[in-house]
């Protein structure tokens, strides 16, 4: 197969085994056919590694597949880094093993990019289902499926700094150009926010408007963990990507842009006190010679270690 024509979609599973099959039944069904997938399952302490080797026995003759079983869970980043080494296809999805793909979903979005062939990334449309069973678009859209607005595309860097813009589910990447700028950063307990942003700052980015990925919302998924009480591994990976940040910004609206964002973390890193972490982000605040009423009020909050995280946790 033609490197130029593939896709490898990369499918990382820990203890998934409600929704594994799903998601690798997902890819075998794309309706794009130069594809390949490979399946990891992070030390899994569930049946999900039983189930992933029971999928690869039933439909390994189907399309190019091959598994790798890990005997203890590894960061996420630097796992995906892993695999993203042995890809030598022009394309590569990072999916999850709690998410799947609709049919159409890298037909659409590989056209695209062969569209736009300077382009980083495609992101699309996404499907949030939350564990109720409620389903609602990423974007909203009218009641006949048009978009309510207009998605932006192109330059991006600024609109992400400001706020999480793009479902990372529906996101097809340009291997070449991933690879480029090495991949997601291990240092990171996670990888959209980063990798987005180091993306924008120097590629355009492509969108379409298809729907393309089910997104699922659940307790144990790392999204979930955002913003834990007291010890958030993820907050803290917000800081340094903000660090990272500043130091990519390059005129005074995208520094505007950080305060904006900076001020938001920092609310809900008082609100789970975890205020080590909201010291940073007020000594970024600073260097960023932020004002006002709101971040003066954060500073009170700081001093004094306000402890409402019990609350927070009953209403997030």
């Known amino acids: 197969m033609n490197s130029t024509d593939r896709v490898t979609v990369v499918c990382i599973a820990f203890n998934h085994e409600k929704w594994i099959e799903k998601a690798l039944v997902s890819v075998l069904l794309q309706d794009y056919q130069h594809k390949e997938l490979i399946i990891v399952d992070n030390g899994s302490e569930d049946q999900t590694p039983d189930l992933i080797k029971e999928w690869m026995r039933d439909n390994s003759e189907k399309l190019s597949v091959k598994a790798i079983y890990k005997s203890k869970s590894e960061p996420y980043c630097r796992l995906f880094n892993e695999i993203l080494n042995q890809v030598d296809s022009r394309f590569v999805v990072d999916l999850s093993g709690d998410d799947f793909l609709y049919a159409h979903h890298l037909s659409f979005s590989i056209d695209r990019l062969h569209q736009n062939p300077d382009a980083a990334f495609v992101f699309s449309d996404a499907v949030i289902l939350d564990e109720l069973g409620n389903e609602r678009p990423y974007y909203t859209r009218e009641d006949y499926g048009n978009l309510q607005e207009k998605i932006l595309a192109g330059d991006l860097y600024e609109t992400l700094i400001r706020r999480s813009y793009i479902s990372a589910p529906s996101v097809v990447f340009n291997t070449g150009i991933l690879k480029q700028v090495g991949g997601y950063d291990a240092s990171l307990h996670y990888e959209d926010f980063d990798i987005q942003l180091r993306l ?81 982000f007020v000594k970024l605040g600073n260097d960023l010679n932020m004002n006002g009423l709101e971040f003066g009020l954060y500073k009170v909050w700081l001093f004094f270690r306000l402890d409402f995280s019990w609350l927070y946790a009953n209403v997030t």
């Open 200 to 280: 924008a700052r120097n590629y355009p980015l492509a969108f379409s408007e298809h729907i393309g990925v089910l997104k699922r919302k659940h307790a144990n998924s790392l999204s979930a963990s955002q913003y834990r009480r007291y010890h958030s591994e993820m907050l803290s990976s917000t800081l340094r990507i903000c660090e990272k940040i500043r130091r990519m910004n390059k005129n005074p609206k995208e520094n505007a842009a950080l305060s904006e964002r900076v001020l938001h973390e920092l609310k809900h890193a008082l609100w789970s006190a975890n205020f080590q972490i909201a010291k940073d």
